[in-house]
């Protein structure tokens, strides 16, 4: 409620004289702390790479990819959650100083088209039981043109230039629970026909959160950014 009431002045001010312009950025910083879901960083337990890519996991839960870069690739990420429940996942594109144009993908101008991302998941108490996770909704902070990211294959991609961090949010299906907590797998793959090649993500974070809320506070969150 304090959120909605803080949004409405917000517009308000916006539509008021220049003067005021300054006091609806300054709100508008305010409603985008308050309006942001806890996450929780999946670091990966296991890295595979179907080219001939490394998989390198970092302090701070990314995943950094180096070596030769492949025409094209698949990656695997399986993790480990405490989480008893979760409803989103959060898909994070970062820059790094390792790659071409500083990412955050690995073609030569930092770009990346990420294909398909299917996720699996079981019980952390029978992690042998696994089971496709489908999405409903997804939002990202970019998307080329008037491309939407797509639900189903969970497509994403950036190829018209790099050099800055984008992050995409895919809300579940159905919320996942389980009082042992979750093994989750993440097949990225980059398969992008005969013309794009090498066009692989070069540094990501996986996160994922509880919060029913999480999709509609971050789509209501980006539209005031």
Do not use: C
């Given at each position: 409620a304090n959120?909605?009431?803080a949004r409405e002045l917000y517009e308000q001010l916006l539509q008021s004289d220049s003067a005021r312009r300054e006091d609806a950025a300054g709100l508008a910083e305010v409603l985008l702390a308050m309006n942001q879901p806890k996450w929780t960083v999946l670091k990966p337990e296991e890295l595979t790479?179907?080219?001939?890519?490394t998989l390198t996991p970092l302090e701070d839960g990314s995943i950094l990819a180096g070596g030769p870069n492949p025409?094209?690739?698949?990656?695997?990420?399986?993790?480990?959650?405490d989480l008893q429940k979760i409803t989103a996942i959060r898909l994070e594109a970062l820059t790094d100083d390792s790659l071409p144009n500083n990412g955050p993908g690995r073609s030569s101008?930092?770009?990346?088209?990420?294909?398909r991302m299917e996720m699996h998941y079981a019980p952390a108490a029978g992690p042998h039981d696994m089971q496709r996770v489908m999405f409903s909704a997804a939002t990202t902070d970019y998307s080329p043109g008037q491309e939407r990211l797509q639900v189903e294959s969970a497509r994403w991609h950036h190829a018209g230039g790099g050099g800055s961090d984008h992050v995409a949010f895919y809300r579940l299906a159905s919320e996942i629970a389980s009082e042992s907590g979750a093994v989750l797998t993440f097949q990225m793959t980059f398969n992008h026909g005969r013309t794009w090649l090498?066009?692989?993500l070069g540094r990501f974070r996986i996160s994922a959160t509880d919060d029913p809320t999480?999709?509609?506070r971050v789509s209501a969150r980006m539209a005031l950014s």
């Open positions: 959120f909605r009431k790479s179907a080219g001939v890519s025409a094209h690739d698949l990656y695997t990420v399986t993790t480990k959650t101008y930092g770009g990346y088209v990420m294909d090498q066009l692989h999480a999709t509609t």
